[in-house]
């Protein structure tokens, strides 16, 4: 039988792809609508607390109590700070120090301590290998509040409370940090790498510090900013360890002021202050990170 090339369909070679309809395209439009919306909402109830501080740590506490939350007084910021940090003799400047202190060396030496048990628990083959690294992660269930007591007990027959190692030393041990550790390094250090190295003659720690400890440091940089924070927000075990007020992290000396702000209110405006202040070094934080966290995490998303 004879083809009817007339009515028969021709594929066009590079011919425009159909237009969308009208009710496909409503529809992408008004989902996007709602999820920009939602995100706004989003954005909007993050933000509102840190709004707050921003706007009512430049009142005095005048304005405080005679204006609205979020309407501007008379500008004071800078006068609220010089108080701020005068005021018993500059204690708030010493708590500041002590949270660099509890937050940038224990979070470094956290971060360091993962990065070595991670790379161990993903290079190494020992026996009950996967049985240790689930105690580890059995840890992460733990609540810190829950070991709180049993820390400060052992705390108290090393003679070590009220002093910076009750708070230092805890803080070394992170299970979250090393189950992070060791999805980075099964994903980021290649095996052939580092018997590379071996055959090289390195040994084991040449070999960690100068090959894997650098495909490492998008790691680093993710551990170090999940411990820094939680350092930075600790507050019931420095609670439970400290004594001295002179060895205060910033979180827990701003509440022993609101406790007594029955007894002295002109200390409403320097706890807003010191709340904002507070939140500056975790800001500064991650501002200065991110651009290495976000170059790390897709260095080996193309291959």
Same mark, same amino acid.
């Given at each position: 039988?004879? =083809?009817?090339?007339?009515?028969?369909?021709?594929?066009?070679?590079?011919?425009?792809?159909? /237009?969308?309809?009208?009710?496909?395209? $409503?529809?992408? /439009?008004?989902?996007?609508?709602?999820?920009?919306?939602?995100?706004? *909402?989003?954005? +909007?109830?993050?933000?509102?607390?840190?709004?707050?501080? +921003?706007?009512?740590?430049? &009142?005095?506490?005048?304005?405080?109590?005679?204006?609205?939350?979020?309407?501007?007084?008379?500008?004071? =910021?800078?006068?609220?700070?010089?108080?701020?940090?005068?005021?018993?003799?500059?204690?708030?400047?010493?708590?500041?120090?002590?949270?660099?202190?509890?937050?940038?060396?224990?979070?470094?030496?956290?971060?360091?301590?993962?990065? !070595?048990?991670?790379?161990?628990?993903? #290079?190494?083959?020992?026996?009950? $290998?996967? &049985?240790?690294?689930?105690?580890? !992660?059995?840890? *992460? !269930?733990?609540?810190?509040?829950?070991?709180?007591?049993?820390?400060?007990?052992?705390?108290?027959?090393?003679?070590?409370?009220?002093?910076?190692?009750?708070?230092? *030393?805890?803080?070394?041990?992170?299970?979250?940090?090393?189950?992070?550790? $060791?999805?980075?390094?099964? @994903?980021?250090?290649?095996?052939? #790498?580092?018997?590379?190295?071996?055959?090289?003659?390195?040994?084991?720690? /040449?070999?960690?510090?100068?090959?894997?400890?650098?495909?490492?440091?998008?790691?680093?940089?993710? *551990?170090?900013?999940? #411990?820094?924070?939680?350092?930075?927000?600790?507050?019931?075990?420095?609670?439970?360890?400290?004594?001295?007020?002179?060895?205060?992290?910033?979180?827990?000396?701003?509440?022993?002021?609101?406790?007594?702000?029955?007894?002295?209110?002109?200390?409403?405006?320097?706890?807003?202050?010191?709340? !904002?202040?507070?939140?500056?070094?975790?800001?500064? @934080?991650?501002?200065? +990170?991110? $651009?290495?966290? /976000?170059?790390?995490?897709?260095?080996?998303?193309? &291959?």
């Amino acid at each position: 039988m004879a =083809l009817d090339t007339a009515t028969a369909p021709i594929a066009t070679v590079g011919a425009a792809p159909p /237009r969308p309809q009208p009710s496909a395209r $409503r529809g992408s /439009r008004s989902s996007r609508a709602v999820v920009n919306t939602l995100l706004t *909402i989003v954005a +909007l109830y993050t933000l509102m607390p840190l709004s707050w501080l +921003l706007v009512n740590a430049t &009142k005095d506490n005048g304005d405080l109590f005679g204006s609205p939350g979020f309407r501007l007084g008379e500008f004071n =910021l800078f006068g609220n700070i010089a108080d701020l940090f005068a005021y018993q003799d500059g204690v708030f400047g010493r708590w500041l120090a002590n949270s660099l202190l509890y937050s940038v060396a224990g979070a470094l030496a956290s971060t360091l301590i993962s990065l !070595l048990a991670g790379y161990a628990f993903a #290079t190494y083959s020992f026996r009950g $290998r996967e &049985k240790l690294y689930g105690l580890v !992660l059995l840890g *992460i !269930l733990v609540p810190p509040t829950v070991v709180s007591l049993p820390m400060y007990l052992l705390a108290s027959e090393a003679g070590l409370v009220n002093t910076y190692w009750a708070v230092l *030393i805890p803080s070394l041990v992170n299970p979250f940090g090393v189950y992070l550790a $060791r999805v980075f390094a099964e @994903a980021y250090v290649p095996h052939e #790498t580092l018997e590379a190295a071996r055959m090289d003659g390195a040994g084991e720690l /040449r070999v960690f510090g100068s090959v894997a400890l650098p495909m490492l440091s998008p790691a680093f940089v993710t *551990i170090f900013l999940f #411990t820094f924070t939680g350092s930075w927000n600790n507050f019931f075990l420095p609670l439970v360890m400290l004594n001295d007020s002179s060895l205060y992290p910033v979180g827990l000396g701003l509440f022993g002021w609101n406790a007594v702000l029955p007894q002295e209110p002109q200390l409403y405006a320097l706890i807003v202050t010191g709340s !904002l202040l507070s939140v500056v070094p975790l800001a500064v @934080a991650f501002l200065t +990170l991110q $651009r290495h966290w /976000r170059s790390g995490l897709t260095a080996g998303a193309v &291959k």
